[in-house]
Structure formats: structure tokens, C-alpha cells
């Protein structure tokens, strides 16, 4: 018995994941700058504005501390957010609600407020970009606390990792290297 395999790239692993989750769970959403008609940063968006409209995929100002602030604040309501950088470089702007407020909630509160918030973007060097755009995070993530860091290997790695984190209670910070 043959089976067949079709190659997916992480881009699309990362797009069906979305896209299947959203489909999923009502309280799940896109957040980001130009993720909705744009397509995001490296089009891992394309196509999902188009499937599930403004209240799911939420083109933002380009004003990380205001949009990461959102999606923490939507995660202590009971949603899920997915909060898209276009490089994680820019996290660091936003890292007070990142670190403080989804990251140790959960333990600052005993157990009773969690945060179910993703964190999600491009990573580490990339040809072109300059050295403002090509710092690798994961290991300084892995240092805070109540972040979970998922850096997956291959495309499989980020589908899986992805759903995982939307579907989990805690924070955590999918960081992929740039395309």
C-alpha cells in the first residue's frame, strides 16, 4: 500500500492552522498589523479575512503595546487571540503586556485568571532585513516566566505547536524563523 504525501511549506502549515481554528472556536481571532486584507507579513494570513470577515481577522495600527494590550485584555474575557507581529522584534515594544500581564497572571492570581493569548511571528535572520529585524528571541522567551516558547523545526512542528497553544489556558509565544 502506497501513500501519498503532498509538501507543505511552514507558511501554509501556519495558515491552515489559523484557519482551521478560527472554524473551530468562536472565541478564537487574528489580531496584527495587516493581517487581514495585506495577508500579513509573509502572506501567512492570505485568505483568511476573505473566510471569516473583520471580527475574526482584525487589521490593527501599527501600534504593538495597543494591540498586544487587546488581545491580553480579550484573553482574561475567555477569547482566544492569536496577536500577530510582523517581526518579533517589535514584541519587545509591547513586552510589559507580554511578559507581566499574560505571562504571570495565572501564578500572581493562584490559579484563578488565565490568559489564552498566542503570541505569534517571524523570528531570527533573514538576508536584507538589516540587524533591527534579525534578533532570534526564543532563548531570551524561555527565561520568563509563564511563556510557554514553541520554535518548530518543520512545517508538521508549526501546525501542530500552533493549534496546541491556541487551544491551551497559558500564554505562549510561537516563534518561527523568517521565510
Known sequence: MFMSFS?????????EALSEEIKRDDRVFL????VARAGGAY??????WKKYGDDRVIDSPISEMGFTGL???AAFTGLRPICEFMMFDFAMQS?????NSAGK?????????SC?????GPNGVEPGVAAQHTQDFASWYAHCPGIKVLAPYSAEDAKGLLKAAIRDD???VLMVFNF
Open 7 to 15: 509538501a507543505i511549506t511552514v507558511r501554509d502549515a501556519i495558515n
Open 71 to 73: 488581545a491580553v485584555g
Open 95 to 99: 513586552i510589559d503586556h507580554i511578559l
Open 116 to 120: 489564552p493569548v498566542v503570541f505569534r
Open 170 to 172: 497559558n500564554p505562549g
Open 43 to 48: 502572506l501567512v494570513t492570505k485568505g483568511l
Open 31 to 34: 489580531i496584527g498589523e495587516e
Open 105 to 113: 497572571s495565572y501564578y500572581m492570581s493562584a490559579g484563578k485568571i
